[in-house]
């Protein structure tokens, strides 16, 4: 046997053993199934299946395996096994060839594939596994609850996703509408990502389930053929470099090596810089230099750009405490004013204790790369949405924004630049909305800036309330609000009666902007040209995964006159012109609720997109805290029954494309 042969016959032995470790999840009774005919005949499942046992034999050191499972299970499994198979399969050839056609270095790399080969192979055996448990526990039928569109077959014959990625779709939320398996997911990941040979498997199998389904790509250039694809489809995107930093590596200045190197927070505020520039390139691609119709913006989380979070909840505090009331004062978190920064910059330190020189360093730092943001972004004509956060953060996030609002959200220096520029994030959920929502109003035209608003309803009411409690209690919490009843509203009823409320009101006030406008256009001064209020005074981001709140936006739309309809005013098309695309778009997150954002672009007419996705991104390594912490964040997102319809909604097109119709299982 010559020399050169020996890797191939090494690796091709490892390879069938591995092949035959997946395939082992593969019954030989699926083949032979009574009811094999039906699953490709078109005919819909019974409501009680018959069951069948997988068996396999001790030939070929085979796994015996005994399980209770649906027909549907059998045809999918099977699906997603021969899928990660013929993957894996590829991968290896490609780096066989690759091997093979150098002679240098050949022990190096006869290791390196055998030890991705079997990554490749293993990963199909714990993707199969998987989908054991979830395929079999839950059955891919449409259950008696109503859908929140009635025609549901319409908006499933719209997606053009592969087969590939309903079947993940589908196993995502199978694993999200497990109770309790969302709060014990982070501590879950710690653990699993701890131990050497599990941490490879648990990275390989949250990359192919939950990372492809919710993270856009490693990078932001490797996001770009998903910005093509969802404007393809009539969509923006929202970019956000979604890494959290660890605070005791970010804090860590011991030793002259972390000196040296430059700090994560740094690295994160250089990467939104490239982050801009990216969504710029794209959107120069699509609509030139224009500055209107551009829809890939740029989300920023101040907390993951300094060296300590805390600093941020200390100078909350110290604004808390050194603020006057205001004639009509508004509820805990507050409203900034102009003087809220001025401790940064008037050189000395505050006679309380509440901020530190180490505070005021790292906060006049950010303050200083929130600038160089938002300067790239002006030159690069991308919008910045600025995150809220828990309630302790919000008063020094809020004086942050402010002043970057003030600064950057005005027609002053005459050019034609994206406006408005920057957008502040408005929870529904917090008490203080509809007053600081007026009192903002009031204040962008006192002081000539453009209002941007981005209206959620807010993703942690829980740890509010808890925190407040437990502060109430004497007990330690992060809560820094001095008023006795929590700072966000108790019921889920009265976050939605305020939501709508707010919703409404914005919605008035673009009228309202578009009308000053138009007249305001006629008006021509002879020596100065014409006036400075032609161009937008607001714009708005409804950030939603509600129907209700969505249909309401829709009809405020044209009952206001801002749009047309043809036909009912339930389901009729609208015709949304340019002048409210540019002041009002709507947003729900990368990977769910694509039912709300299909339904919204077949809707609407326009020449530019009313719906953006939230899109994060980053190297697997550093969102897995994103996943698992956004995870628990957003389950009021994914509560209500919105994982099960998620995951219905996956298995109705997974039928439709199976038998070639679609309708209900």
């Known amino acids: 046997m010559r020399e050169e042969d020996k890797p191939f ?33 078109g005919q819909p499942f019974q409501d009680d299946p018959p069951q069948s046992v997988i068996e396999f034999s001790h030939e070929d050191n085979l796994l015996i395996f005994a399980y209770p499972v649906q027909p549907a299970y059998l045809m999918l499994s099977s699906l997603v096994r021969k899928t990660t198979l013929q993957t894996s399969f590829r991968c290896f050839s490609r780096q066989f060839g690759r091997r093979h056609a150098s002679h240098s270095g050949r022990s190096t790399t006869t290791t390196l594939s055998l030890r ?18 979830v395929f079999g526990i839950n059955h891919i039928r449409a259950d008696s609850q109503a859908h929140a569109y009635d025609d549901q077959d319409k908006l499933d014959g719209m997606s053009k996703d592969s087969i590939g990625a309903l079947l993940r779709t589908y196993t995502v939320y199978s694993m999200c509408s497990i109770p309790g398996l969302i709060d014990v997911a982070p501590k879950m990941l710690d653990v699993l990502t701890s131990i050497p040979v599990a941490r490879e498997i648990t990275q390989a199998f949250v990359r192919i389930t939950f990372f492809d389904q919710f993270v856009g790509g490693d990078t932001a250039l490797q996001v770009v053929p998903l910005l093509r694809d969802l404007r393809s489809k009539n969509k923006g995107a929202l970019f956000a470099y979604s890494i959290e930093v660890d605070e005791r590596e970010a804090t860590s200045t011991t030793t002259k090596k972390a000196t040296d190197v430059e700090p994560p927070y740094k690295r994160i505020v250089n ?30 989380k101040m907390t993951a750009l300094l060296p300590d979070a805390k600093s941020l909840i200390n100078l909350s505090s110290y604004i808390l405490a050194a603020r006057k009331p205001l004639p009509e004062e508004v509820l805990f978190p507050g409203c900034p004013r102009p003087t809220d920064l001025d401790v940064l910059y008037d050189g000395r330190l505050p006679s309380s204790n509440l901020l530190t020189h180490d505070d005021i360093v790292s906060l006049r730092e950010l303050h200083s790369d929130l600038r160089r943001i938002c300067v790239r972004a002006k030159e690069c004509g991308v919008k910045i949405i600025l995150d809220a956060e828990y309630s302790w953060y919000q008063p020094a996030i809020d004086a942050l924004q402010y002043s970057l609002m003030r600064e950057f959200n005005n027609y002053e220096d005459g050019s034609a630049h ?33 209002l941007g608003v981005k209206l959620v309803r807010g993703a942690y009411h829980p740890h509010e309330v808890a925190a407040h409690q437990a502060r109430m209690k004497g007990a330690q919490s992060m809560s820094i609000s001095p008023e006795p009843l929590p700072p966000v509203w108790t019921s889920k009823e009265e976050t939605d009666k305020c939501y709508n409320e707010c919703a409404k009101e914005l919605v008035a006030k673009i009228k309202e902007d578009i009308e000053e406008s138009a007249t305001m256009s006629n008006v021509v001064n002879f020596r100065k040209g014409p006036s400075k209020g032609k161009g937008p005074r607001i714009g708005v981001l409804f950030g939603t995964h509600n129907w209700t709140s969505t249909k309401l936006i ?10 047309s309809i043809e036909g009912d005013i339930e389901e009729g098309v609208i015709t949304v012109p340019d002048e409210v695309t540019e002041r009002l778009t709507l947003g729900q997150l ?9 339904y919204i672009v077949q809707r609407t007419r326009s020449n530019a997109p009313m719906v953006i996705k939230y899109v994060p991104y980053g190297a697997l390594s550093e969102v897995m805290p994103y996943l698992s912490r956004r995870a628990i964040e957003n389950k009021s997102v994914l509560g209500n029954g919105t994982a099960q319809e998620e995951r219905r909604r996956a298995g109705r097109q997974i039928w439709a494309r199976l038998t070639g119709t679609f309708g209900s299982l």
């Open 9 to 41: 016959n090494v690796t091709t032995g490892c390879w069938r053993q591995i092949w035959l470790f997946t395939a082992s999840f593969m019954s030989p009774a699926f083949f032979a199934h009574s009811t094999l005919p039906s699953l490709w005949s």
């Open 116 to 133: 991705r080969s079997f990554r490749a192979g293993l990963t199909g055996g714990v993707l199969a596994f998987v989908a054991a448990g």
């Open 271 to 300: 990467e939104m810089i490239r982050c801009i520039d990216v969504a710029a390139d794209f959107e120069d691609s699509i609509v030139g230099d224009a500055p209107t119709g551009r829809r890939t913006w740029v989300a920023v």
């Open 418 to 450: 994206v406006q408005p520029l920057i957008y502040g994030t408005f929870q529904g959920y917090l008490r203080r909305t509809p007053s600081y929502l007026a009192q903002s109003f009031e204040d962008a035209r006192k002081h000539n800036y453009v």
């Open 554 to 563: 829709l009809k405020e739309l044209v009952r206001s006159r801002l749009a």
């Open 590 to 598: 990368f990977g769910m609720n694509d039912a709300l954002s299909d």
